[in-house]
């Protein structure tokens, strides 16, 4: 997959969104889950996933 955005544009437009359009960070969160989570049932139901692992890592909404 190539990234669209870098990190830092990322994190500019997620700041955008809540604080000009005023979407609520939680939603913004829950949007990238139910993406990942489409992409990757995808990837398996094709069956071309290979086994392997996944780890969850603090994203920005959860930092202090």
Same mark, same amino acid.
């Not at 960070?25 to 995808?42: F, K, P």
């Given at each position: ?15 955008? &969104? ?9 939603? #913004?969160?829950?949007? /990238?889950? +139910? ?10 139901? &094709? ?9 969850? #890592?603090?994203?920005? /909404?959860? +930092?202090?």
């Amino acid at each position: 997959m190539i990234p669209v955005l870098s990190r830092a544009q990322m994190r500019a437009f997620d700041k955008h &969104a809540i604080h000009h359009c005023h979407v609520p960070g939680v939603v #913004l969160m829950e949007n /990238a889950g +139910r993406g990942a989570a489409d992409v990757i049932s995808a990837i398996i139901e &094709a069956g071309s996933a290979a086994p392997s692992g996944a780890a969850a #890592l603090p994203g920005h /909404a959860a +930092r202090p």
